[in-house]
């Protein structure tokens, strides 16, 4: 069997993002996969944009990136103890694109923040938002990594056991689901 498609949905477009260092990480220990980083960077959304010219290109490219799929895994940061914007606004974009796009998609989410809750509460209305979109959430234990600045090494690595501890559980869990 071939190996299974792994994307990494980053809600930082940061280049030296936290998020993107611990979606990094996920994928190292999911295993075998193909990988593939999603890109947020789409306008934001205007209903009279759809209406005049549909849906952006690069908006349909991660909506077959996720349809695609065999699992997703999303990692991003709370801003002002809330869902990011680029984040938000990529699902609502995804949200316009016609068919189940994420429907019963094996999708973990976690977070990295520089503050002392790892980014929860963003995290649960994260959650809330990907509701309507129907992924196949993994329950368990949330992985929220707080102090972000202090446990990464400077090549992007983990550093805290207790994380890479979560980490590895919630990928093992992602991967038996895929198996
Ligand atoms: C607009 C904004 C709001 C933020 N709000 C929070 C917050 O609510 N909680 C928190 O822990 N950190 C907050 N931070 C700090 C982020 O945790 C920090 O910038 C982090 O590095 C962002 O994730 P990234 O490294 O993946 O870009 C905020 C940062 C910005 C720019």
């Known amino acids: 069997m071939s190996d299974p498609t792994l994307l990494t949905i980053s809600g930082s477009l940061r280049r030296n993002s936290y998020n993107r260092m611990l979606l990094k990480e996920a994928a ?4 075998p996969a193909r990988v593939i980083e999603a890109d947020l ?3 934001l959304y205007d209903a009279d944009q759809e209406e ?6 690069e908006v349909s490219v991660l909506a077959e990136q996720i349809r695609t799929a065999d699992a997703v895994v999303i990692s991003s940061p709370e801003y002002n103890k809330g869902i990011s914007g680029v984040m938000k606004n990529a699902l609502d974009w995804v949200s316009r694109v016609k068919g189940p796009v994420f429907k019963d998609k094996p999708t973990v989410v ?6 002392r809750t790892g980014g929860e509460t963003g995290q649960f209305m994260l959650l809330s938002c990907l509701v309507p979109l129907q992924p196949m959430v993994l329950p368990g234990p949330l992985l929220c990594v707080a102090g972000a600045g202090d446990e990464f090494d400077e090549a992007g690595a983990l ?6 501890n979560v980490l590895a559980k919630r990928m093992e869990a992602l991967r038996a689901l895929v198996a």
């Open 28 to 31: 190292a220990a999911f295993g």
């Open 41 to 43: 960077r789409f306008p």
């Open 52 to 57: 005049a010219e549909g849906v952006p290109g």
């Open 110 to 115: 976690m977070s990295a923040n520089a503050g």
């Open 159 to 164: 550093t805290n056991e207790r994380y890479r």
